[in-house]
């Protein structure tokens, strides 16, 4: 595990991952007297001590990165790396419902997962305001009150076997890696997930018949170079 230990003076310091500096976020954490010093992160958002980072996500963004499967890489990331993550989730936790025409049952899915198999907390906030004071302190607990320091991590995992598996399937069309474990815990191997018809996929939790249906045919199409 790398790890990069950051000198601090009197003031909290608060490391932002350079994405972030353009952000309302940095401005209002500077109101609060807090030194914030740019940085390209490889993991998170924000890191305010050697065991929490945090991932901000506005509700728009949360949404794209469901569909993307951005999502899943960063909580199994922030999970690897730090002993303390905490996922930051910014706007009207009503849109969550409302934006993308994504199913209810599909998102309360995706917050139970983070919650319980990535074992991420998840605190709302309003605005960038509200972001910025919950960031700063949760940076003044650890390292005033808690005495904690600062590091900046990026955890190098062995890839196991079994990684290397759910890697494969989690390539599927909207697999995530959750998804994916479920698939090889029920079939046993990749050759056998990948040899499943829709109805045998459709005998895991979380495989619908349209998914399924992307999934045998991504699996059984013949390919075709694309031109230049």
Not at 23 to 40: K, P, Y
Not at 85 to 95: A, D, K, Q, S, Y
Not at 131 to 149: L, P
Not at 171 to 188: D, E, M, Y
Request: proline share 3%; aromatic share 6%; glycine share 4%.
């Amino acid at each position: 595990m790398e790890t990069q230990k950051i000198m601090r003076g009197e003031k909290v310091v608060i490391l932002a991952d350079h994405r972030e500096i353009a952000s309302n976020v940095t401005r209002h954490l500077r109101e609060h007297d807090a030194d914030i010093r740019e940085i390209q992160l490889k993991v998170g958002d924000y890191i305010v001590s050697e065991r929490v980072a945090v991932e901000r996500k506005s509700v728009p963004d949360f949404l794209q990165s469901v569909i993307d499967q951005r999502l899943f890489k960063q909580m199994e990331q922030l999970a690897d790396s730090y002993e303390k993550p905490v996922l930051i989730l910014e706007g009207n936790p009503e849109l969550l419902f409302l934006e993308r025409n994504m199913h209810a049952n599909t998102v309360r899915g995706v917050l139970s997962s983070i919650a319980i198999d990535y074992r991420i907390p998840i605190i709302w906030t309003h605005n960038s305001k509200e972001t910025a004071a919950q960031i700063y302190w949760m940076a003044y607990r650890e390292q005033v009150q808690e005495r904690k320091g600062l590091q900046i991590r990026c955890n190098k995992r062995n890839r196991t076997l079994a990684h290397h598996q759910e890697f494969l399937v989690a390539g599927l069309p909207n697999v995530s890696n959750v998804l994916s474990k479920r698939l090889l815990k029920h079939f046993g191997t990749v050759r056998d997930v990948y040899d499943a018809t829709p109805e045998e996929l459709m005998k895991v939790e979380g495989i619908g018949k349209e998914k399924a249906k992307n999934v045998w045919e991504l699996i059984n199409a013949e390919y075709q170079e694309k031109e230049d």
